[in-house]
Nanobody
Framework: QVQLMESGGGSAQAGGSLKLSCAAS????????MGWFRQAPGKEREGVAR????????WYADSVKGRFTISQDNAKNMMYLQMTSLKPEDTAMYYC??????????????????WGQGTQVTVSS
């Protein structure tokens, strides 16, 4: 079992910044992929960013490239999402997730099987 807990959500003006944190505990060694997903009302959940915790390879959704930065602190079992130049369309519930790494496919969204409770991010124009 892996437990995940997000923090750091809140409200911001367009153009502002927020930093999300995710604390992981439990059998974290079994899940080498960490990521952030979001879901806006009436929309499907989408991947925002993910990272391979051992190799450090990173993926970003096109919509957040250049604005969001995913990072990790393995010693503390923490993952972060620094969000800058926020837009109203970034408004969503943000979820921290953990998943298994595939030797052939890397970190795939379908393999994320542990989820946090989510933290709300609201960006006003």
């Amino acid at each position: 079992q892996v437990q995940l807990m997000e923090s750091g959500g809140g409200s911001a003006q367009a153009g502002g910044s927020l930093k999300l944190s995710c604390a992981a505990s439990g059998y974290t060694d079994t899940r080498k992929c960490m990521g952030w997903f979001r879901q806006a009302p009436g929309k499907e959940r989408e991947g925002v960013a993910r990272i391979y915790t051992i190799g450090g390879s990173i993926w970003y959704a096109d919509s957040v490239k250049g604005r969001f930065t995913i990072s990790q602190d393995n010693a503390k079992n923490m993952m972060y999402l620094q969000m800058t130049s926020l837009k109203p369309e970034d408004t969503a519930m943000y979820y921290c997730a953990a998943g298994a790494y595939s030797y052939w496919f890397g970190c795939r969204p379908v393999d994320f099987d542990y989820w946090g409770q989510g933290t709300q991010v609201t960006v006003s124009s």
